[in-house]
């Protein structure tokens, strides 16, 4: 069952502090996840998980995960420019950008972060920066479909990113004329993939790229990029992911495939953003407004603007109503948000139990392409992120956007009463 990361008249005392909407994180969960990461794959000496900050760019929240051991995958110049403003240098920065602005790759040049290239035309611009980077990685697309154990996960061939197969041939050797000494392999085939299966069998098909092209130019391959894609169970029906199994599935295709071809010494790296941190971010809202036509609705202060995942991808989050997650589940709602458009539904025909006005809503999973995908339509103005720390205490780590920071990129011909 799913709870919420403190008690009910707890989360009453941090809502008092800090108004609601807010995204709420759990720093405890949020390590302990990490540092089962770093165990699964302790195996591989050069492991190195790189954060994907679109998931959550929080400046606390990504030096948590900094102090874990993580880097950052970065995909344009102002995510770089937040990972050096944190800190972040040379390798512990992985760029994977398409359609990228050629000055993006001459800030992630300057910083010495790894360039991860969309496209086989991206040579022309790596030929152009002021000199030629020493390591790269190459972006894989294997079209048609992506095949595991249990069906069909997706559909590369329907996906904008990568090479084919003859264009990461043709990058390697036109990179190795430019001088590029060492080389990475990456692909990110499937989003959200809750099954200990998906690493494992995407780690075979790169590694087995990658010794056919070392095999066919000689190139170095020192690092296979897995990249995102690793699921959490949204739903409390589905069983999360055993990250043990996956660093052990992608060990056994690292001994089958990357050894024998004397690829054994290179590092497996990743760019994971949900399963770093969805379970561990909740968006904490208030029920302030009731409903019934031909439907019972249930209004939040939060809407899509706080967590669009609902609204567009139809996404599942479960909801509980702090103080009353025994009750009897004998309501169904549809919750909503408040913004004039009808897909702004964080739930429709939930069951839930009966909700009363001021109760606290908390919808869970929230901590990955939650606050980070928010926006500002119907004027809605974007939440604070709340961090409970490891002792138990409350730290606002950003805070509400305010009307005046609505009104800051345009001119007014009056200034705004506030
Ligand atoms: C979005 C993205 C990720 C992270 O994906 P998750 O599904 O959050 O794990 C990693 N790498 C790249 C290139 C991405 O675009």
Not at 134 to 140: D, E, I, S
Not at 296 to 309: H, P, T
Not at 356 to 372: F, K, M, P, Q, W
């Amino acid at each position: 069952m799913k709870r919420s990361f403190v008690s009910a008249q707890r989360l009453r005392e941090i809502a008092a502090q800090y108004p609601t909407p807010f995204h709420f994180y759990d720093e405890r969960g949020i390590r302990d996840n990490a540092s089962r990461l770093h165990q699964a794959f302790a195996w591989n000496p050069g492991f190195r998980e790189y954060f994907a900050v679109k998931a959550n760019p929080n400046p606390v929240i990504l030096n948590i995960l900094k102090a874990e051991g993580c880097g950052v995958d970065c995909a344009t110049s102002t995510e770089l420019l937040l990972a050096e403003a944190l800190g972040f240098r040379g390798e512990e920065i992985m760029f994977s950008s398409n359609m990228t602005p050629f000055k993006d790759f001459l800030l992630a040049h300057r910083l010495g972060a790894i360039i991860n290239l969309d496209d086989v035309t991206d040579v022309e611009y790596i030929a152009k920066l002021p000199s030629i980077p020493k390591k790269l990685c190459l972006r894989y697309n294997p079209g048609g479909n992506f095949v595991v154990s249990n069906g069909i996960m997706d559909t590369p061939a329907e996906a904008k990113f990568g090479m084919t197969r003859p264009q990461l041939s043709q990058a390697v050797r036109a990179l190795l004329e430019l001088g590029v000494e060492e080389f990475g392999l990456h692909a990110f085939l499937v989003s959200n993939a809750v099954t200990n299966d998906y690493y494992p069998a995407l780690a075979r098909t790169l590694f087995e790229v990658a010794a056919e092209l070392h095999g066919e130019t000689g190139a170095r391959f020192t690092f296979v990029n897995l990249s995102g894609g690793l699921g959490v169970p949204y739903h409390p029906s589905q069983e999360p992911v055993d990250v043990m199994k996956v660093g052990a599935g992608v060990e056994q295709a690292f001994r089958e495939v990357m050894v024998p071809a004397g690829l054994g010494s290179a590092a497996v790296v990743t760019e994971l953003g949900r399963f770093m941190l969805a379970p561990y971010g909740q968006l904490i809202s208030t029920a302030i407004r009731r409903k019934e036509t031909h439907k019972s609705y249930i209004g939040l202060d939060a809407c899509a603007v706080d967590l669009m995942r609902p609204a567009i991808y139809k996404a599942y989050h479960h909801i509980t109503v702090a103080g009353k997650e025994e009750h009897p589940h004998d309501h169904i709602y549809d919750v909503v948000g408040g913004l004039c458009e009808n897909n702004d539904k964080f739930a429709i025909d939930r069951r839930l139990p009966k909700i009363e006005i001021g109760d606290l809503v908390v919808i869970h999973d929230t901590g990955a392409h939650g606050y980070s995908m928010g926006y500002n339509y119907n004027g809605r103005l974007r939440s604070a992120e709340v961090l409970l720390r490891t002792d138990g205490s409350t730290e606002l780590i950003r805070r509400a956007e305010t009307p005046e920071d609505y009104f800051a990129t345009v001119e007014l011909p009056q200034s705004v009463r506030l």
